[in-house]
């Protein structure tokens, strides 16, 4: 177990102002990272999963964004206090991010190369020629076959997987304390899915870096993380370490996504559970638990009260106000 | 399966898209082999599955079968119309039986066109009904069918959500009463939470209209629940079909193994167990894809022969069929 806490969240909220009214991305959320632990973050589209990551990490444009309160300790320091360019020292630096689009996130006009040495020779002042050296090194660490001579290419000349591996490459260069990865393996197909997570999971071992994995697969999940946290609708609805939370999940809307997933590994027995509706309107003020409107099991007090993250079992929290083994209130 | 029990017959198709070169003299300078000699036959009432990664030509094949792209060779033919060759009444009548679903129920909509007016389309287009109140009425049905409010029938796409807008794509494609319907990659682009909503209603729909789906996709775990037999997809070919549980129990070619392997289980304990099979490199080019057997360049246990000559078509028993030398 993982007990020396590396980042802790509290109470965070982002907002966005559009024209058509503000947004509750985020509501309020706290979470906190132990060194050396996966944790991943599970939840639909929308659910404020990406917006949470980028809040802390000030890679929210403000305006329209704002980051309406709270705290991110990270080693001490509350990294939504710090300036830009105390940010951009921690920013790849200490905590690094890969996202899910490779071909986006890198620059098609720039060789793989000069991108790598670049953020190299930024982060740790080699010169040139080091920087070329270790950018070799690192290529082929990630598996990049006949590295020194794919420096010259461009984005566009690699795939879509070796992509990923470049990103990956690139953050891990100054070896972060914690690689934040947002739906790294989304764009992939299953078989390079399975390339990107086999990866992963060694160079965790050998960098002994911290990750928050965001996902929507509740698969990749079961296979990666130490401890999950499930959002909806911009709130920590679950929190639990995996195995508990697919042996036991607590909240209706953990249970009801698990039961709405088929298993490639047995049989068909029944119909797929369907959970109705559709996930809410975030540009309404929260009144109430989110999931109420979808929820099989909700009392009143649902719809008026909005359930806080209370430690159920231990090391198990939950956002609900009914006990789903007798159906009443908790 | 006999002849008379099948709705929807590929033999032997092929698709080429040419690759030309030269602004005033044109030259085909090579060719994209999405689908090359492809054969399989879907039952009434059956669902297929087709699975592969992407670009391993499966949407392709799916619009090649309707007649969207013409076919390089092969015969298609639909409830007995010869596809390749229908034109006029016949060519409309293959139309009006058999539909489409397409997988971004953003990008497949008229976002200028109420709701009324999509649904109401092939109507229009197949003669369907009598007089305006008949085809309203006609409208108000079908959307009830998969479970929207008739009162939404004048909304235009973007007040919908993915999910009410896949629905609204499944009720234009119901409007000609169709017989056979290509549903292409139809929840990929849906939530999680309203994946299971639209597989449902696709079920019920089959069911009560005794409908026969060709359902492409790469979520292996969903195809395995919704389809009755399954077709694997690599570079173009074929290269495993099967029922359903035969092919996720028993699957005999090396890249359905992998395939399957590399799917992620929700069960951390299953996970941890599970033996993967992880295949080194990426999908070589369909432009110039490797002689003898496709997958041989990734294959953990080709031999020499498996590069030299195509792996023939064969069936193991029990309507398995398989293209390996080694299954």
Partial sequence: MHDTPLLQVTDLRTRFHTPEGTVYAVNGISYTLYEGETLAVVGESGCGKSVSMMSILGLIPIPPGEIAGGTAIYRGKDLLKLSESELEHVRGKEIAMVFQDP?????????????ITESLQKHTGMNLEDATRRATELLDWVGISDAHSRLCNYPHQFSGGMRQRVMIAMQLACTPTVLIADEPTTALDVTIQAQIMELVIRLREQVGMAMIWITHNLGVVAGLAERVIVMYAGYIVEEASVDELYENPRHPYTMALLASLPRVDRRRDRRLKSIPGAPPNLQVEPHGCPFAPRCELAIERCWSDNPPLDLVLPRHKIACWVDIETGGPR | MSEAESLVRVDRLVKHFPINRGIVV???????????????????????????????????????????????????AIDKHNVR????????????????????????????????????????????????????????ELM????????????????????????????????????????????????????????????????????????IAHDLSMVRHICTRVAVMYLGVIVELAERNELYENAR???????????????????????????????????????????????????ERCSQERPVWRDLGGNHWVACYLA
């Fill in chain 1, 103 to 115: 071909m986006t996130s890198l620059n098609p006009v720039l060789t793989i190369g000069k991108q």
């Fill in chain 2, 26 to 76: 044109q030259r085909q300078v090579g060719a994209v082999q999405a689908v090359d000699d492809i054969s399989f036959a879907i039952a009434r009432g059956e669902t297929l599955g087709l699975v592969g990664e992407s670009g391993c030509g499966k949407t392709t094949a799916g619009r090649v079968i309707l007649g969207l792209y013409p076919a390089t060779a092969g015969t298609i």
């Fill in chain 2, 85 to 140: 060759t229908a034109k006029g009444q016949e060519l409309m009548s293959i139309r009006r039986k058999a539909q489409m679903i397409f997988q971004d129920p953003y990008a497949s909509l008229n976002p200028r066109w109420t709701v009324s007016a999509i649904v109401g389309e092939p109507l229009r287009v197949h003669k369907l009904f009598k007089n305006d109140k008949e085809r309203t009425e006609r409208v108000k």
């Fill in chain 2, 144 to 215: 009830a069918l998969v479970g929207l409010s008739s009162r939404l029938v004048n909304r235009f796409p973007h007040e919908f959500s993915g999910g009410q807008r896949q629905r609204i794509g499944i009720a234009r494609a119901l409007a000609s009463e169709p017989l056979f319907i290509v549903c292409d990659e139809p929840i990929s682009a849906l939530d999680v939470s309203i994946q299971a909503q639209v597989v449902n209603l696709l079920e019920d729909l089959q069911e009560r209209l005794n409908l026969t789906y060709l359902f």
């Fill in chain 2, 253 to 303: 070619h090396p890249y359905t193994q992998s395939l399957l392997s590399a799917v992620p289980v929700p069960d951390p304990k299953t996970a941890r167990s599970r033996k993967r099979q992880v295949l080194q490199g990426d999908v070589p080019s369909p432009i110039n894809p490797p002689n003898g057997c496709r997958f041989h360049t990734r294959c953990p246990v080709a031999v």
